[in-house]
């Protein structure tokens, strides 16, 4: 059973929106409402890097790539944290997944975002 379990992702165009879910399903409740949490991606032939972390309090942080364009939020309750994308860009293309911030757990699947000029 995979620590992470990513989905949202598809095929859009430049300027359009989508919205990656993440569900911790192996972390404990306890666990997971203190972790701070991150979104992360990868494109091809790039090496993984981080893209939003959001703390147990809520503060977030973005790169700079993304900053006033993506929107972490997190839900306790269903140990699920979510990355609203709008105004996306080729750029942006890649395989995105969730982690703890300091990226110390098992990788899941991550779910697959491509953007069209």
């Known amino acids: 059973q995979l620590q992470f379990v990513e989905s949202g992702g598809g095929l859009v165009q430049s300027g359009g929106s989508l919205r990656l879910s993440c569900r911790a399903q192996r972390m404990i409740t306890s666990t997971y409402n203190v972790a701070n949490m991150a979104w992360f991606r990868q494109a091809p032939g790039k090496q993984r890097e981080l893209v939003a972390t959001i703390t147990r309090d809520r503060t977030t942080n973005y790169a700079d790539s993304v900053k006033g364009r993506f929107t972490i939020t997190r839900d306790n309750a269903k140990k699920t944290v979510y990355l609203q994308m709008n105004s996306l860009k080729p750029e942006d293309t890649a395989v995105y997944y969730c982690?703890?911030?300091?990226?110390?757990?098992?990788w899941g699947q991550g779910t697959q975002v491509t953007v069209s000029s």
């Open positions: 982690n703890k911030e300091g990226a110390d757990m098992t």
